[in-house]
């Protein structure tokens, strides 16, 4: 989250691992912050172009 550019890419595949591969609820709702974050306020956050 500090880093000035997000790589979007590398974070949806990294949301998607969490939420598959935990098998307790917590585990799979982790992801759900920055999820939201990049889906809501897209303005805010400066993704890394490919």
């Known amino acids: ?3 000035p550019h997000w790589n979007a890419e590398l ?3 990294l949301s998607f ?3 598959e591969a ?3 609820g917590l585990g799979q709702a982790a ?3 920055m999820d939201s974050v990049r889906r809501y ?3 805010e956050v400066q ?3 490919p």
């Open 17 to 19: 691992v969490m939420r």
């Open 11 to 13: 974070m949806d595949d």
């Open 22 to 24: 935990s098998i307790c």
């Open 41 to 43: 306020f897209p303005h």
């Open 31 to 33: 992801p759900n912050p």
């Open 1 to 3: 989250m500090e880093q």
């Open 47 to 49: 993704e890394a172009a």
